[in-house]
């Protein structure tokens, strides 16, 4: 492009998912009820496990972790998701646009991170369970859960930075509800080839390392489970990793999807759908595996309900 006919960007306009109102309006609702339930969930185990004394072991503090995670990770992006519903040009400067692909792809980092460190836990649990409080203690769940936040800022540290560094000189129309890496290069009127081998090499790095190290401590749990030789032992043992399992199946099926991939091959549309479900969709859905399914937390639960109706009583 011509130097004399490129004129700076300094905003960048989300065009969302369709221009029919009543469409609009419609995933609006759907979107804000999601959201909200998304919250108060994630919120309500984050509640419980501080208040449960029971609850304060290394899997339930990896879970609070999680559930605190899900909130922000949610609120990165669905803000502007629920904005481009409501009105016809949303918009957010190039800083604003920068700076939410660095949190969103941080937080994203340290959920890839804290679910393998979730699943080592259970394999230790299950698969070294005399050991377990020796090799899993309180100050080693500490130092896992602060490594997992610690590394996940980082990850993405160098990619956000060579992308504050690219000229946006229009058009200024981003295909998407929020600052996702290939948008932001689409618009990039500067050699976007170093940053983009950068990001992908991070994000496959990240996704696929983490998913990895979890299918591995999965895969031994799994020969430890088929070794015992009660059939109730089995189930009982099983159902202490299934809701955890449940998530990561979920979560690493849809990034792995949108992420490990060339570059060349993006499709907006598709990339649009798919983002829903691990900005939207995930994070509702952890707190209602964890509560449906976990017999100490729907136990918590339910201790904290007549606490409350003593209370009112």
């Known amino acids: ?4 006919n490129q004129t700076a960007v300094t905003e960048f306009i989300f065009l969302g998912f369709s221009s029919v109102l009543y469409l609009r309006l419609t995933l609006f609702v759907i979107f804000l009820t999601v959201y909200l339930l998304s919250l108060m969930g994630n919120t309500l185990i984050i509640f419980i496990v501080l208040t449960d004394v029971t609850l304060q072991t290394p899997m339930y503090i990896f879970l609070g972790n999680l559930s605190f995670l899900e909130i922000w990770y949610t609120t990165a992006t669905v803000p502007k998701l629920l904005a481009t519903c409501l009105a016809r040009v949303v918009t957010i400067s190039v800083f604003g646009c920068i700076t939410q692909y660095y949190f969103f792809f941080s937080m994203g980092a340290t959920e890839c991170i804290l679910l393998a460190v979730m699943a080592y836990d259970r394999y230790l649990a299950i698969c070294s369970p005399l050991r377990y409080s020796l090799l899993m203690s309180l100050r080693v769940c500490l130092r896992f859960s602060a490594g997992s936040w610690i590394g996940g800022f980082i ?13 946006f000189c ?3 129309k981003i295909n998407h509800f929020f600052c996702d890496s290939d948008p932001i290069f689409k618009l990039s009127c500067s050699d976007t080839f170093l940053v983009e081998a950068l990001g992908y090499t991070c994000s496959s790095v990240v996704i696929l390392s983490s998913f990895l190290l979890t299918m591995s401590s999965y895969g031994h749990i799994v020969v430890t489970i088929i ?15 299934a809701s955890h399992l449940t998530v990561v199946s979920i979560y690493y099926g849809t990034i792995i999807f949108a ?38 937390v729907k136990k918590a639960f339910r201790k904290l309900l007549s606490q409350k109706r003593l209370l009112l009583a």
């Open 1 to 4: 492009m011509d130097g004399t």
């Open 155 to 167: 990850a993405p540290l160098l990619p956000t930075i060579l992308i504050s560094h690219l000229s």
């Open 170 to 172: 229009g058009p200024q």
């Open 227 to 241: 070794r015992l030789s009660s059939r109730e032992a089995r189930k009982k043992t099983f159902s202490t990793c």
């Open 259 to 296: 992420y490990v991939r060339p570059p060349a091959k993006y499709n907006f549309t598709i990339g649009k759908v798919i983002s829903v479900f691990y900005c939207v969709v995930t994070p509702l859905v952890n707190p209602l595996i964890y509560t449906l399914r976990n017999k100490d």
